[in-house]
């Protein structure tokens, strides 16, 4: 799997989209990796998960938000990689562009990765190619584990993302 944002690219206009044209992705950094969760009032209003992976933001978008009992599982469409910059992005994406709407961050924080394999910790880029990932999100609001599940396969693979536990649960 590429870490590459040239799709990112290639469906923006930023002559006319206020995103962030971003950079490339750059070698992983010793800084422990972010998140951030973005509310996306667009025709279809989603949130928009996303995790540093590799130097770029892996990046979900899930219609009907986080699931909040352990166990649920919500449904996950993995989109393409988004630049790190877009991390701190907020604002209003024009009609008639990619992605038109409103962009709000709900929470950002810190993204631990927690994939076990072989008595040890799989590296996240590998538990994406595997399509089995057990992370931590470390948010002002969201303290809580979860797990994405690849569902289906093509350019926009599907996945179940499903709550491991959360604060209020051990
Ligand atoms: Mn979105």
């Given at each position: 799997m590429s870490s590459s944002i040239s799709k990112y690219l290639q469906r923006r206009d930023f002559n006319n989209s206020p995103e962030p044209r971003g950079s490339d992705a750059r070698p992983p950094s010793d800084r422990v990796p972010m998140f951030v969760l973005h509310e996306h009032e667009t025709d279809l209003p989603h949130l928009d998960l996303r995790l540093e992976i590799d130097g770029v933001l892996k990046s979900w978008v899930?219609?009907?938000?986080?699931?909040?009992?352990?166990g649920q599982q919500r449904e996950a469409l993995q989109m393409e990689d988004h630049p790190l910059e877009y991390a701190d992005f907020e604002g209003v994406i024009p009609e008639g562009e990619y992605g038109a709407g409103t962009v709000r961050i709900r929470d950002k924080g810190f993204f631990e990765n927690l994939t076990e394999k072989d008595e040890g910790l799989q590296p996240p880029h590998l538990a994406l190619e595997n399509g089995y990932l057990v992370f931590r999100l470390q948010g002002d609001q969201v303290q809580a584990a979860f797990v994405l599940q690849r569902t289906g396969t093509g350019a926009e693979p599907q996945w179940h993302l499903v709550l491991a536990w959360d604060k209020e649960s051990p």
């Open positions: 899930v219609p009907d938000g986080l699931p909040t009992d352990p």
